[in-house]
């Protein structure tokens, strides 16, 4: 039986290491492609799902769709948000920060977002803070201090707290200050540890703040 992705991917060629994003950037975005995107997304089976989602990241663009089109794109994507597996639901997101001006209640969807269990839902969320925080509004940021999640910043590379460092980076763009920044270390595991900007200096910025209400 035929995948319902197949309607996609036929119009790419494919190689033994599968279809790449270079190939999908040279489609032309025709009615009927942006139809068989929207008719994939649909789709029940997450493979289906991811294939949409490629297509979609690579090809829909702001103004590339109607509004009727748009609203069903973005009706689709807050579904899956809230029913797909951590990579749908964080390249859902992705794509729903891309398309905000059309998703109602943005602000509450990244403020969720922003404490998901899942790190790639929450690091999504990070890049959309920006766009929906009200001036220099930092408390729902402040959690990201004490950020679980870590990782290599290059194969074979020392581990960072990435979503710290990344919460202290957006900060510093909501208040307009640079801080000075110097790293610390936590120990993660088998006697290995992690690095991260400190808080300290935005600490002292918050208290200073808050002296200034009195």
């Known amino acids: 039986m035929e995948r319902v992705s197949e309607k996609l991917t036929q119009r790419v060629p494919s190689t033994r290491f599968g279809i790449s994003h270079e190939s999908i950037k040279r489609l032309a975005l025709s009615e009927d ?113 004490h950020d679980g999640f870590f990782g290599e910043i290059a194969m074979g590379g020392p581990l960072v707290f990435d979503l710290r460092d990344q919460a202290l980076e957006t900060i510093e763009r909501v208040i307009g200050v640079g801080f000075t920044r110097t790293r610390k270390s936590e120990a993660v595991q088998n006697g290995q540890s992690a690095s991260f900007y400190s808080w300290e200096p935005f600490h002292k910025w918050n208290a200073k703040r808050g002296q200034r209400w009195f």
């Open 33 to 145: 492609l942006i139809a068989d995107i929207l008719e994939v997304l649909d789709s029940s089976e997450t493979l289906d799902q991811q294939f949409a989602l490629c297509f979609a990241e690579e090809l829909l663009d702001l103004g590339r769709l109607s509004s009727t089109q748009e609203a069903r794109f973005v009706s689709r994507l807050r579904q899956l948000f809230t029913e797909g597996d951590r990579v749908i639901r964080s390249r859902a997101l992705n794509l729903l920060v891309r398309f905000n001006y059309r998703v109602a209640n943005f602000r509450a969807l990244i403020l969720e977002a922003l404490k998901s269990a899942s790190s790639d839902v929450r690091a999504v969320a990070l890049r959309g803070y920006e766009i929906c925080c009200n001036p220099k509004e930092v408390e729902p940021l402040e959690e990201f201090e």
